[in-house]
Structures are given as C-alpha cells and as structure tokens.
C-alpha cells in the first residue's frame, strides 16, 4: 500500500496524515482542536495552486526575507511567512500570477561555531536544520514556489556571488587596503559596529573587541551614496515610511566628495589616500595633508608632527606635505583632511605655525566649478563621487571558513588576480595552494571570505532565474519580474540589508544589467512578538513563568515570595519568555495558530503573545462552523416561499465588510483589521432567521464572501467550510462570481457591486469641502473633468471657489475604498475663469 521509499522520521506523519483523511467530518460535531486536525490533515497540501506561470502577464512578486537555517522556526518567522502567506493567496485570488519563492540565508557565524561545539561539519548541520525547518514551514501551510529554493551556501548560488564580485572589481568597485577593524579574539574574525554592543562586546561571542590593523576587501558603495539617497525619493516606493529616514541618515548629506591622492616616500609610491573634500572646488588650493592620532594612518606610523611623505594633488601635481596632528578641526566622520588655508581658519593657523607658504585669498563656494573638479576626478578614476563625511565603502572581508570565498588568487610574481570565470565556483572546502593562471607558478586562494549581507545583497534576482547555470540571472527574465511588488521582513534589517541590496541592484542597473535601480517596491515591516518576562526587582535575576504567582502584594516569586517585575520583551530562551511554535500548533491546529499571529494588533505593530487574548478567535472559528451547519440545515428544511425581508440589509452588509477586508488585505495591510471585518460579517449572518439562510440569494452572497476571505488567513478550514457550502441542497446561485464547482482557493476574491455607493472627497487646496457618495461603477470610470464637473456641483465647493482661479485638478481612486477629487486654486489676479 505504501511506498517504502519514505524516510522513518516520515512515516508517522504520513500514516497520520492518511487516517484522518479516511475520517468523515461533519458540521454536527464541536469545532474542537480534534475537528481542525482532522481538517488540516484533509487539507495539508492540498489548498492552494502555487505555480508561477511563466510567460505569463500580470506578474506579482512578493518576498518575505529569507531565514537563517538556526534549526527551528521561532514566533517571529511564524509572523512574517504568515503574512506573506496571507498576502501571497489574496493576491492569488485577485488574478495576479504571484511568485512567491523562498531559500536560506545559510552561511555566517553560527554555523560554523554550532559545527565545531557539536563537532559536525558546518554543511551538514546547515542542511539539517534546513530539512527541519521546510518540514515546519510547510506545516504551517506556507504556499512558498520550493521549485525555486536558492541555499546560499550551495555552490550553485555562491559560484554567482563570486560572479558578481568579479563585474564589481571589473568595474572599479572592489579594492584592498590596511584598515582598522573590530576583532573578536574568540570568533577570529572582524565584527562591523552593529555586531558590538554598548559595553564593547561581540554581539555573539561575548569577547571584548580589539582593534587591529588588517588588510581588507572593500566594496566602493560611496560611488553610489547620492544616488542611493535621492532614489528614496522616488514616488514609486510605497509604504518605506520611517525606514526612509533611516536609510537617508545611514548614508548622510552627501555635500563633499571623496578623492584619491597618492603617497609618497621620495620617489617611491606607497599607497593612496582617499580624502574627503567638502570643497573640491578648492583642491588646487590645497597647501597640506594631515591626520589625526587616531587615524590608521597614525597607528601605522606611531609618530607626530611632520612625514617624510609626501602626497601628490592630482589636478596640479603638486607635492603636499603630510601631518600627524589633533590641532586641526576635522570634519564629522573624518580623521584625515586636506589643508586649504583659505577656506579655513584653522587649516590657515596650522599652516603658518609649519611655515606653510598662504594667500590672503578668500574662496567662496563655487557648485559648477565642483561639478566641473568632481567631473575631471571620475574621468581620471580619482573619485569625484558625491558622499557624506560619516559614509564608508562596505568592508566585506572576514576571516572564517562558513562563507563565500573571495576570488582572489595571491601569487608572489604577479600579486593579487582575480580568478578567472570558467574558474569559479571556488569552492568552500578547496585547498588555499592552487597556480598563477597567468604565470603558471605556485599560488594561493584568497583565504578570506564575503560578508554574509553579500550573499542576501541579490537573493531575490535569482529567485527570478534559480535554474540558469552561466549566469547569475537571464536579464530579460529579471527585468520581467522585478521590482519586488512587497517586500515583508524584520525592522532590524531596515538599514544594513537594504542599504547593500539597493546597491546591488544599483550597480547592476549601471551596467545595464536591471531595467530599474530600485529592487523592492513596498514594504512591509513587521513588528516583533513579545513575551512576558519576570525580573525578581531586586536583582534582575529572570524567572519561569511557573516559578511567579500573583499576590495581594502584586507577582511574586514562589518560593521567596519577593516582588516580581512584569515586562513584555522579545521573546528569547534567555529570559524564559520564547514560546514554540510547535507547541502552539499542537495545541491550537496550524489554522488558529495564524489566526492567532495575525490578530490583535496590525503586523507593523509588536504583538504580545498571550494566552488569555486567544478567547476570541477560538469562539469566532466555532460561530463560522456552526454558521455552516444551521446554513445547510435550513436550505434543507425550509427552503421554499420567501418575502426579501433583510435582503437590502444583507447587501448592504456584504458590500461594506468586503470593502473593509479588501483594503485591508491591500492597501493598509492591517489583517487584525480585516479579521475584525469577517467577525463583523459573522455576526450580522449569525442574526439571521432560518427562513432567510434557506431562501435568501443575498444570504448566500454574503456566507460565499466570508468564506473566500478567510481563505487566506485560515486556508485549511476555509477549505472545509467551502466543501460545506458547496454540499448545500436547493442552490440559488446568487453570485456573478462564485464558481459553485471550483474549490475556494479557485474563487475570484469578492466585489463590491456596481450600483454600491463609495464616499467621494471634494477637496480645495488639500482641503475636504464636501463629501457625497457616488456608485462604484461610476467612481471607477471617472475623467478629472468629470469628478471636477461633480466637485463644482457641490455648494460648499462652489462658494469657497469664488473669487479663485482654478490652477489644476487631480483625481484618485482606491479600489474597494474611497475617491477624492482636489482642485488647486488661489485667489484671482486676472478676469473670471475657470481652469
């Protein structure tokens, strides 16, 4: 009966899985957890159709960010794959050809250290919690396109990563330099700020960051900085709210620009300084170049005062000589500056104390003259590129094995290469002794590995192409697919993440590789699940939840009976606080469970996980089931003679929650709203008489409404409730748009109907002066002229216009929603018009 060819980790499921389906479900029986596990087993694979079509018109790409492989699903990834589920069937049913694709962001630090504590190569404790973690997403019934899974850690993805390094250094954008780095003496390797905390700590092993000299790669993002920053103005992002401000002070006011001089010592080059200029008009005015004590370049000297270098101005070739020095005001961010005494007074006073020959000439700012100097420096590849003071490029290097090895090859005759691409992938596990391949004599690998932000800086362009094996992605097939329509994940990635993904993306449009620079559309960004945690007051000492009691004095410690803070914090194992979500399905069913994560608060909002706030959605789920059953009860027993007593209430009921829902599910993303919607639709069905379930085509508008929009948030048991629906005797068939045949996850999302009314805002000057309500088949089809034609028929409008000029007109329509029609004016300076 069975195939043998099942892994015995399996084989309870499956044979669960089986025995369930084999048993009958009735709407008599109590909507308990034994029903939905029955349902969910019925249904589990089985409630949606998931293929991108390609080829297809219509495309809908939603991305959730992808997940590190730590071994189990936590509260928070339950979340956000909810959401994106949510939105991935919504969008479904609207018609769109969604792609809905996920991976794992599979290299980096635990990994490796897990391997080594459990003494297991970092591939295969990687995989494992991989396989672990798709069984749970899976369970939960997340609707994800596996048929385009991307593994970072799979040479067949990090062979492209290495790939891209190659157009970035082909490009100018990769280099190597001696820089002053965060080591982790216990990882061994180099930590960015963001991974030290407030004590001068790593964020993972707990050792008290050193500082050290190292040589390191780097990515050029500044050469991007401008562009990056003025793209967040692009009217096309919707919803990046205050992720654009951040975004916008991570990268700074980009009022200076970077510039390349070389160093000397005599006639010996020796590296190049890149400064930044707030005023490279100015450059050929430049009398000196210094650094402050606490500069690189100071520790690698260890000396003050005046070098024996000196630094070469590239637009007069003129020798600068360098200082070692903290008497100098350096700009925000910079610990090196270039010395133009008649821009600056301090540079001017630093200058005549060190006999530095001055003008009295004062220099004002001068824009064209700068665009003229930034010109000439990018056409000399000597920077020239718009950048903030506090901006760096992106140090990628690190110094551990579970990562993307550089492609670099080291070789003593020819120096650092880049490898070559019929060379690649360089393999993780590869031996660091390879040959030159432009000498042929002994070399060696790079032994340094990317940044894992290198690794997720492009994920979601090969989603759009993951089985092309000569490229990273076919161009015409990510120019399809991209921008990313939404784009769901946590705030904490809402500056670093984004910031290298947008300058991927960036750079690939530069190089004609991206129709758009922009890879992400919308966001949506998820708060965090709370716990509770208890403190003892005194020492700040964490407790179990069943180590407190609650007292006349307040929560207390058990067994002491001391005070007990109550503090709702991010769930960790740390604090006591986590919760499993493999024994919040166990105790709920896989639907409630996302009922439960998408209810109570909306999912840009923290959401405290408490048991006493469930009481409301387990009740709604057993209202619906038994809604079904008293449904299919009366069209059994009192179908016949009907009066249309309550049919214009019903319609009118339908029309407003799916207008509700829709602009939930779509443009406020509030689905703890849109669950507060059904549950209003619910109750107004629950009122209703028999006579009126039985015989009532609006009746059963509304039952077939309530049903498809739960779909998303509940799949499993919408499915049963639609089978229900479905079994029903005497159909009348009220609705243009119900496929009675088709399962729920076939079903057009709902309408609202033609002649429904939908408030139209008449506006003046951004200004509400009216409201009126028109038909939605009307509203849908208005011209500006028409909806200003209607706006100056409105008394309030009219009169407040008198004596104005009518500039422009601007009208807007939001499906499922509202319209507004605003009239610019101002006050007449000419003879009475109308614009």
């Known amino acids: 009966m069975f195939s043998v060819n099942v892994r015995i980790k399996d084989l309870g499921k499956c044979f669960f899985q089986v025995l369930r389906t084999l048993t009958d479900l009735s709407f008599s029986d109590k909507c308990d957890l034994s029903t939905k596990l029955k349902i969910e087993a019925k249904w589990w694979g089985k409630s949606s159709d998931t293929q991108f079509k390609e080829n297809e018109d219509n495309k809908f790409y939603i991305l959730s960010m992808f997940p590190y492989p730590s071994g189990n699903l936590h509260m928070g990834h339950v979340r956000v794959y909810t959401i994106s589920d949510a939105l991935a069937r919504y969008y479904r049913m609207k018609g769109k050809n969604v792609l809905h694709p996920?991976?794992?962001?599979?290299?980096?630090?635990?990994?490796?250290?897990?391997?080594?504590?459990?003494?297991?190569?970092?591939?295969?404790?990687?995989?494992?919690?991989?396989?672990?973690?798709?069984?749970?997403?899976?369970?939960?019934?997340?609707?994800?396109?596996?048929?385009?899974?991307?593994?970072?850690?799979?040479?067949?993805?990090?062979?492209?990563?290495?790939?891209?390094?190659?157009?970035?250094?082909?490009?100018?954008?990769?280099?190597?330099?001696?820089?002053?780095?965060?080591?982790?003496?216990?990882?061994?390797?180099?930590?960015?700020?963001?991974?030290?905390?407030?004590?001068?700590?790593?964020?993972?092993?707990?050792?008290?960051?050193?500082?050290?000299?190292?040589?390191?790669?780097?990515?050029?993002?500044?050469?991007?900085?401008?562009?990056?920053?003025?793209?967040?103005?692009?009217?096309?992002?919707?919803?990046?709210?205050?992720?654009?401000?951040?975004?916008?002070?991570?990268?700074?006011?980009?009022?200076?620009?970077?510039?390349d001089f070389d160093l000397y010592e005599g006639d010996q080059k020796c590296e190049t300084l890149t400064l930044w200029?707030?005023?490279?008009?100015?450059?050929?005015?430049?009398?000196?170049?210094?650094?402050?004590?606490?500069?690189?370049?100071?520790?690698?000297?260890?000396?003050?005062?005046?070098?024996?270098?000196?630094?070469?101005?590239?637009?007069?070739?003129?020798?600068?000589?360098?200082?070692?020095?903290?008497?100098?005001?350096?700009?925000?961010?910079?610990?090196?500056?270039?010395?133009?005494?008649?821009?600056?007074?301090?540079?001017?006073?630093?200058?005549?104390?060190?006999?530095?020959?001055?003008?009295?000439?004062?220099?004002?700012?001068?824009?064209?003259?700068?665009?003229?100097?930034?010109?000439?420096?990018?056409?000399?590849?000597?920077?020239?590129?718009?950048?903030?003071?506090?901006?760096?490029?992106?140090l990628i290097s690190r110094q551990r094995r579970w990562g993307t090895p550089i492609p670099i090859v080291h070789c003593k005759k020819c120096g650092p290469l880049p490898a070559r691409e019929e060379d690649l992938p360089i393999l993780v596990s590869k031996s660091s002794e390879t040959t030159c391949h432009k000498c042929k004599n002994p070399a060696e690998f790079e032994?340094?590995?990317?940044?894992?932000?290198?690794?997720?800086?492009?994920?979601?362009?090969?989603?759009t192409?993951?089985?092309?094996?000569?490229?990273?992605?076919?161009?015409?097939?990510?120019?399809?697919?991209?921008?990313?329509?939404?784009?769901?994940?946590?705030?904490?990635?809402?500056?670093?993440?984004?910031?290298?993904?947008?300058?991927?993306?960036?750079?690939?449009?530069?190089?004609?590789?991206?129709?758009?620079?922009?890879?992400?559309?919308?966001?949506?960004?998820?708060?965090?699940?709370?716990?509770?945690?208890?403190?003892l007051k005194d020492s700040g000492k964490c407790l179990k939840e069943e180590e407190v009691e609650k007292s006349d004095k307040g929560i207390i410690e058990k067994s002491s009976g001391l005070e007990v803070l109550e503090v709702w914090e991010k769930m960790s194992k740390?604090?006591?606080?986590?919760?499993?979500?493999?024994?919040?399905?166990?105790?709920?069913?896989?639907?409630?469970?996302?009922?439960?994560?998408?209810?109570?608060?909306a999912p840009t909002s923290p959401r405290q996980w408490d048991e006493s706030s469930f009481a409301g959605v387990l009740y709604w789920q057993q209202r619906i089931w038994t809604l079904i059953a008293d449904f299919l009860d009366a069209r059994e027993k009192e179908f016949g003679n009907y009066e249309s007593e309550q049919e214009n209430d019903l319609w009118d009921a339908r029309n407003f929650y799916v207008k509700g829902t829709s602009f939930n599910f779509e443009e406020a993303h509030q689905f703890n709203v849109a669950i507060s919607k059904l549950q209003?639709?619910?109750?107004?069905?629950?009122?209703?008489?028999?006579?009126?379930?039985?015989?009532?085509?609006?009746?059963?508008?509304?039952?077939?409404?309530?049903?498809?929009?739960?779909?998303?948030?509940?799949?499993?048991?919408?499915?049963?409730?639609?089978?229900?629906?479905?079994?029903?005797?005497?159909?009348?068939?009220?609705?243009?748009?119900?496929?009675?045949?088709?399962?729920?996850?076939?079903?057009?999302?709902?309408?609202?109907?033609?002649?429904?009314?939908?408030?139209?805002?008449?506006?003046?000057n951004n200004s509400v002066k009216g409201t009126i309500k028109v038909p939605v088949s009307k509203l849908s089809r208005y011209t500006e002229q028409e909806a200003l034609n209607v706006a100056l028929a409105q008394k309030k409008v009219s009169s407040f216009l008198k004596g104005r000029d009518i500039l422009s007109c601007s009208y807007t329509f939001v499906e499922n929603r509202e319209a507004s029609v605003n009239i610019v004016a101002q006050k007449k300076k000419t003879v009475d018009s109308l614009a």
């Open 102 to 259: 996920i991976g794992f962001d599979a290299f980096g630090l635990p990994a490796e250290n897990a391997a080594i504590i459990n003494k297991l190569d970092p591939s295969e404790w990687t995989y494992n919690n991989i396989s672990t973690m798709k069984t749970q997403l899976k369970e939960l019934g997340i609707t994800f396109d596996w048929d385009r899974e991307v593994v970072t850690c799979s040479a067949d993805y990090y062979k492209f990563t290495q790939y891209l390094f190659l157009l970035l250094q082909k490009a100018g954008l990769v280099y190597r330099k001696e820089s002053l780095v965060n080591w982790d003496p216990v990882d061994k390797t180099v930590l960015a700020e963001e991974q030290i905390d407030s004590s001068g700590k790593s964020w993972r092993s707990g050792a008290v960051v050193e500082k050290k000299i190292m040589k390191q790669w780097f990515f050029r993002t500044t050469r991007f900085a401008l562009a990056l920053k003025e793209g967040l103005n692009d009217p096309e992002l919707r919803d990046w709210k205050d992720i654009i401000d951040l975004q916008k002070h991570w990268i700074g006011e980009c009022n200076g620009a970077n510039i």
């Open 277 to 394: 200029l707030r005023y490279p008009e100015h450059i050929s005015n430049a009398k000196f170049i210094a650094a402050s004590s606490s500069s690189i370049f100071a520790l690698k000297n260890k000396c003050t005062g005046k070098l024996n270098y000196e630094a070469t101005n590239p637009f007069n070739n003129k020798k600068l000589p360098v200082f070692i020095s903290d008497e100098l005001e350096y700009d925000k961010g910079c610990d090196m500056k270039l010395g133009i005494p008649s821009v600056c007074e301090s540079d001017k006073l630093f200058a005549l104390k060190y006999n530095i020959s001055t003008t009295d000439e004062e220099l004002c700012e001068d824009y064209e003259k700068r665009l003229q100097i930034c010109r000439l420096a990018i056409d000399a590849e000597r920077g020239g590129y718009f950048v903030s003071s506090k901006l760096r490029d992106w």
């Open 447 to 463: 032994t340094d590995t990317m940044d894992t932000f290198v690794d997720s800086s492009w994920y979601f362009l090969r989603y």
């Open 465 to 535: 192409d993951p089985s092309n094996h000569s490229k990273p992605f076919s161009v015409p097939k990510a120019n399809e697919l991209m921008p990313v329509d939404i784009y769901i994940g946590g705030k904490e990635h809402a500056v670093l993440h984004l910031y290298y993904a947008r300058f991927m993306s960036y750079f690939l449009h530069s190089i004609n590789l991206l129709k758009e620079p922009e890879p992400f559309r919308r966001l949506l960004v998820q708060g965090m699940i709370l716990g509770k945690t208890y403190y």
């Open 574 to 601: 740390s604090k006591f606080n986590g919760v499993d979500p493999e024994s919040v399905i166990k105790d709920y069913g896989v639907d409630t469970t996302r009922l439960l994560i998408l209810s109570q608060a």
């Open 680 to 764: 209003g639709l619910t109750n107004s069905l629950k009122k209703c008489k028999k006579s009126i379930m039985a015989n009532s085509p609006q009746f059963e508008m509304c039952l077939a409404s309530l049903i498809i929009m739960l779909y998303p948030l509940a799949p499993h048991f919408s499915c049963q409730l639609w089978e229900g629906f479905q079994s029903a005797p005497n159909r009348i068939d009220a609705g243009c748009y119900l496929n009675w045949e088709l399962p729920v996850y076939k079903q057009k999302w709902p309408q609202l109907d033609d002649d429904y009314p939908l408030e139209l805002h008449c506006k003046v």
